[in-house]
């Protein structure tokens, strides 16, 4: 045809050479194009395209059959390049074009997405006047969608002379895909108003699950009884439809719709298991789900997907059910798809959230080539764990491999800076998620959020916060409550007025941060007026944690026996925790009385915990009643718990140093514990004298005040001061509360320092600076 090569690549002499006669198992017989031609489609049929390439150059001068058989093949089954280096072959040796060719190497074209190339083909197929054939124009539709390029496609669809329903559903199909509701919603109803035409099982099998993306019930079932009407009475139509609707119904939560359509279903395959199963899961239903997968292989389904293996140990996952699934990853072994990256993601994902990180570590060094989800699974069970310093090798070496981490990934990760008050880590994360575009993304927002409110840069929080483009409540939520751990509990009352101003409706969560944000300021009188606004305005019932705030707030605020009341009255029975916020209170404000009738309280409810043992034996320490300490802490001991040793950490230039009470094993001891008596020396210059009834022994003063010297807090900010310059914050996180003998040691050493020093405990954040602290003493 003398067609030009536009901008497909000449082609190359070394595809010439494939041209000349191989070695081979074909014989090397004299015949004629027939014979060749049918040994040709011969082997094509039998799907040994290798042999079959073998047959085609030995033809001594293929025809456009013999091309196009091939290209055919190549074009359903790959390699999907050597159809369209075939087509190049055609334009080197001017073999003509027909309009067979065009389709079969167009197909190849979407197989690989190479858009350069189709539209060199499409500028091919119009000069041979075929581009408004219905086949061509077809495979252009489908070409351009697969490359997201809809106005293209559009041109090619307005053109087409006639249409039939593979055509209209090519269109259906790409604004399905790319979640184009409104735009599938029109061309379906064009197809039958101005087309002329019904949607067929191929149309509705494309609508469906953009119909579940956008939870359209309605939509869903007016084409449920399009179905009915339409007696697709097809065993095949009919599993596609009837999975397409059960899937439809599952994503939109009605299970029971599901359920019928399941059930009334003739024949079902593994995809149709896999979808009710994977909406069982989606409700929060695990035992349901289970109780189903386990039926599917009752029933014979022995075949299982990557997608029945995910929802299944998903189900083992959440139901902390490791007896089954490590049934099902010996069931997998055995069927072979345990190597399959779906499967075994999967099981990586359930041995993480249980915690197994062995197990979860073990796996994933088995796993071949590992993707986004294989990094993303393990580094959020190292977080989930506790094990944040782990989950930073993992992003590392994820990294080092060129594996590019996705949102989960970060979300996953940034907690991880949070969980270490790591702010040079965090920093860097925030670096990462703005090169790799995901910044304004709302779930990284609110981890930025979190993650610089716990790292002691509250300002920082709230720059993150102004400057997102959508917020959704757990922004504002998130925000409440990092206002709140810093004892900023007016600019928490604020920020809630302005969400309401937005037109946010706050929710359960809201209310619980935002009366633990007035408890950590003092501001009683607000707390009660919030909690009494949350039933009355907004018809939020409380629940436990609701109360517990409460407590805490009146508690903390001196008012014990009005705390004590109110844990009477409440309409549900008083947990654990709600007690112990009370027995806290009892140890700041030193009621010895109320804290043994709360410890009794708590004893009675049992599982005790560590912390209310250690409270009841601190109010008996700090009264000098060292014979009921010491009582308490034998009960303890017999119980089987144990007291967390206080430890601290700092952050210095990236390498975070972590201290216990009394450690000599970091290697600037000599120089920290000479600083720490410095210190000393200087604070009692100014008015500083230890608090021995912090110390929960009965020792002599002296040995007391030494005790209390060297907490583990003081050590780290001793560290801080001869590691950083003056102009440096010294940030110091501690896993218990800070001691009243700490806090007020640590608001001197601002003073003959000079130094602005934060510390994050258990409770909330302590900003001292020059003999002062943010939280007023009240903590």
Same mark, same amino acid.
């Given at each position: ?7 497909? %690549? ?15 198992? *074909? ?41 196009? #058989? $091939? ?12 159809? =369209? ?33 189709? %539209? ?64 599938? =919603? ?40 399009? &179905? ?7 065993? /095949? ?24 359509? +399941? ?28 109780? @189903? ?12 997907? #990557? ?23 010996? @069931? ?68 080092? &491999? ?35 575009? $995901?910044? $304004? ?53 604020? @920020? ?14 809201? +209310?619980? &941060? ?21 039933? %009355?305005?907004?018809?939020? $019932? ?5 109360? =517990? ?38 140890? =700041? ?43 308490? %802490? ?17 952050? *210095? ?45 009965? @020792?002599?003063? /002296? /040995? ?8 583990? /807090? ?24 800070? &001691? ?21 405990? #258990? ?17």
């Amino acid at each position: 045809m003398g067609l030009p090569r536009g901008h497909l %690549r000449p082609f190359s002499t070394a595809a010439v050479r494939l041209r000349r006669p191989p070695s081979g198992s *074909i014989s090397h017989e004299v015949k004629d194009k027939k014979e060749w031609q049918l040994e040709l489609e011969h082997y094509i049929a039998r799907g040994q395209l290798a042999l079959a390439r073998q047959v085609f150059d030995r033809i001594p001068a293929p025809d456009a059959r013999a091309y196009n #058989a $091939l290209i055919r093949a190549y074009s359903w089954r790959g390699p999907f390049h050597a159809a =369209i280096d075939l087509y190049r072959s055609m334009l080197y040796f001017r073999v003509p074009l027909n309009k067979y060719t065009f389709p079969f190497v167009l197909k190849a074209c979407s197989a690989l997405a190479d858009l350069r190339a189709g %539209r060199t083909i499409h500028a091919h197929a119009a000069a041979a006047g075929l581009h408004t054939d219905l086949f061509v124009s077809t495979a252009l539709i489908d070409l351009y969608i697969r490359c997201a390029r809809f106005g293209p496609a559009a041109n090619v669809f307005a053109k087409m002379p006639t249409r039939d329903v593979v055509a209209w559903n090519a269109m259906l199909a790409g604004y399905a895909n790319h979640g184009m509701y409104h735009h599938a =919603i029109a061309h379906l109803l064009d197809l039958q108003d101005h087309g002329g035409l019904r949607p067929n099982a191929s149309t509705l099998v494309s609508l469906l699950p953009l119909l579940a993306q956008h939870g359209a019930l309605f939509q869903g079932t007016s084409v449920h009884a399009y &179905c009915l009407r339409a007696y697709l009475d097809q065993n /095949e139509e009919q599993v596609l439809i009837g999975t397409a609707l059960l899937d439809m119904y599952a994503k939109c939560k009605h299970l029971v719709y599901a359920c019928r359509v +399941f059930h009334g279903m003739p024949v079902r395959n593994e995809v149709t298991w896999s979808a009710l199963i994977g909406g069982f899961v989606l409700c929060d239903r695990m035992t349901e789900a289970f109780n @189903l997968f386990k039926d599917m292989l009752v029933e014979g389904m022995c075949f299982l997907s #990557a997608t029945s293996v995910a929802s299944a140990l998903r189900v083992c996952a959440s139901l902390a059910d490791l007896r089954m699934g490590t049934q099902l990853h010996a @069931l997998l072994a055995k069927s072979g798809i345990h190597a399959d990256l779906t499967a075994g993601n999967s099981l990586l994902s359930m041995y993480a959230k249980a915690g197994l990180m062995n197990e979860a570590t073990m796996l994933f060094d088995e796993i071949a080539v590992k993707d986004t989800i294989s990094y993303g699974a393990l580094l959020s069970g190292y977080v989930q764990n506790g094990k944040a310093e782990e989950a930073f090798l993992v992003f590392k070496k994820m990294q080092a &491999c060129n594996v590019q981490p996705d949102i989960a990934t970060m979300v996953s990760l940034i907690p991880a800076c949070s969980h270490l008050a790591a702010l040079q880590h965090g920093r860097c994360s925030h670096g990462s998620v703005i090169i790799r575009g $995901l910044a $304004l993304e709302t779930s990284i927002c609110n981890s930025l959020i979190d993650m610089y409110a716990k790292c002691g840069r509250i300002d920082l929080s709230r720059q993150v916060f102004d400057k997102m483009p959508a917020r959704d409540i757990v922004s504002w939520n998130t925000m409440i409550a990092g206002y709140g751990i810093h004892g900023l509990g007016k600019e928490a009352t604020t @920020l809630f007025l302005g969400m309401k101003n937005q037109g946010f409706a706050p929710d359960d969560v809201t +209310f619980i &941060c935002l009366i633990a944000a007035c408890s950590h300021s003092g501001l009683v009188t607000e707390g009660k007026h919030w909690f009494d606004t949350m039933t %009355r305005m907004y018809g939020i $019932l409380p629940r436990m944690e609701h109360y =517990i705030c409460m407590v805490d707030l009146l508690a903390r605020g001196g008012f014990l026996d009005e705390a004590y009341q109110f844990i009477q009255s409440m309409p549900l029975k008083a947990d654990v925790r709600v007690w112990g916020a009370l027995l806290g209170a009892c140890r =700041i404000h030193k009621n010895i009385d109320l804290g043994k009738q709360v410890s009794r309280m708590i004893q009675k409810l049992g599982p005790e915990g560590t912390g209310n043992f250690v409270l009841l034996s601190n109010i008996f320490s700090a009264a000098g009643r060292f014979d009921e300490a010491a009582e308490v %802490r034998v009960i303890q001991k017999v119980k089987g718990f144990k007291k967390s040793p206080g430890c601290s950490w700092i952050e *210095i230039n990236g390498s975070l140093h972590a201290f216990v009470g009394g450690d000599q094993s970091h290697p600037c001891s000599l120089d920290i514990y000479h600083e720490l008596d410095n210190i000393l020396v200087d604070i009692k210059k100014l008015g500083y004298q230890a608090d021995t009834s912090f110390v929960l022994q009965d @020792l002599e003063e /002296e /040995e007391k005040e030494k005790a209390l010297l060297y907490h583990s /807090e003081k050590l780290a900010i001793a560290f801080g001061v001869l590691s950083l310059n003056e102009d440096k914050t010294i940030f110091v996180t501690k896993n218990l509360r800070v &001691c009243g003998d700490c806090h007020t040691a640590i608001k001197f050493m601002t003073l003959v320092r000079n130094r602005t020093i934060i510390v994050r405990d #258990a409770n909330r954040f302590h900003h001292f600076k020059n003999g002062q602290c943010s939280c007023g003493d009240f903590w």
